[in-house]
């Protein structure tokens, strides 16, 4: 069976590689494209571009809607998708867990899958899965994540991703010296239940995380790069496939493939 698959954002540093892979994909069968704006550019073989969901839906009737959007666009586009049937397969990052909480009420309403994924590359969720494991013996964790300068949300979801899996196998403590004063306001980072997020922003950076974890004389890291957003593809066809067959909602592509 050919899936019918839409993309939101496709002339977008992401949108544009998974255009790409869609049209070259015979399992597939690009049906719409969603922009905030409609301009003449030709994004892909004469796709229909939409400026409204609903009426791409409608006029579409795809499968599955791939999201590579911006954080204040992709929870409507996920709730609309939900209330027509269609399944939604989100990289867009910067979902609260508010958000992440209404989108899963409306899959269990609609009883179709929906799967939010922060990170695409298999090597990024091994990244993650591996400072899950080892934050079990090393449980004084730093989390230093690295990006383009385009990006808009801070820390990516990446790096509040790996927070949490590490927070399902690690007790909440404060790490550092209890007195320690933060001479410059945010120098330590972000805190998530004592565990500390540093984001980097630089032209000619693509993704990239390290996870530090230190110990007693020692010190372990673990570190992804994406040199190049081909390495998020792969697993925007998986995911695809995979939602085809679900009914739930999968926050974390470690959820069908590990
Ligand atoms: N899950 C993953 O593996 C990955 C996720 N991302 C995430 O994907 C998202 C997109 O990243 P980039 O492509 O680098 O950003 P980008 O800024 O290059 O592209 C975003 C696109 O969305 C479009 N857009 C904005 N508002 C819209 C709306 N209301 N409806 C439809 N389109 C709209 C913009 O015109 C733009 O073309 C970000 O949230 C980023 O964090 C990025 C790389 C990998
Ligand atoms: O904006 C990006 O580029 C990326 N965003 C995702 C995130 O926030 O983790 C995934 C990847 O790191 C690239």
């Not at 009737?61 to 409507?76: C, K, N, Q, R």
């Not at 009883?111 to 969720?125: H, K, T, Y």
């Not at 995979?242 to 470690?254: A, F, H, P, S, V």
């Amino acid at each position: 069976m050919v899936i019918k698959v839409a993309i939101a954002g496709p002339r977008g540093r992401m949108g544009k590689e998974a255009v790409a892979t869609i049209i070259k994909n015979e399992e597939f069968l690009l049906v719409g494209l969603l922009d905030h704006k409609k301009e003449e550019e030709n994004v892909g073989n004469n796709i229909p571009i939409f400026t409204s969901l609903e009426e791409l839906i409608e006029q579409t009737e795809p499968d599955v809607l791939v999201d590579l959007t911006i954080p204040t666009a992709v929870f409507g586009h996920a709730m609309t998708a939900l209330q027509y049937g269609v399944r939604p397969v989100i990289g867009t990052t910067g979902f609260t867990d508010l958000q992440l909480d209404e989108i899963r009420q409306k899959v269990e309403e609609k009883q179709i899958g929906c799967l939010i994924a922060p990170n695409f590359s298999i090597g990024a969720v091994l990244m993650m899965k591996f400072a899950q494991t080892a934050a079990k013996y090393l449980p004084d964790v730093e989390i230093i994540e690295m990006h383009h300068d385009r990006k808009v949300d801070a820390p990516s979801g990446t790096a509040i991703k790996t927070a949490q899996m590490i927070q399902d196998t690690r007790n909440p403590f404060e790490q550092g010296h209890p007195d320690e004063e933060e001479i410059f306001a945010g120098a330590r980072g972000a805190n998530i239940e004592g565990m500390h997020i540093h984001s980097v922003r630089l032209p000619g950076l693509v993704a990239h995380q390290q996870v530090l974890l230190g110990g007693e004389g020692q010190l372990l890291t673990i570190r992804h790069d994406s040199f190049d957003r081909t390495s998020f593809m792969s697993g925007i066809v998986l995911s695809i496939h995979e939602i085809m067959k679900q009914n739930t909602l999968i926050y974390g592509l470690e959820e069908i493939i590990l």
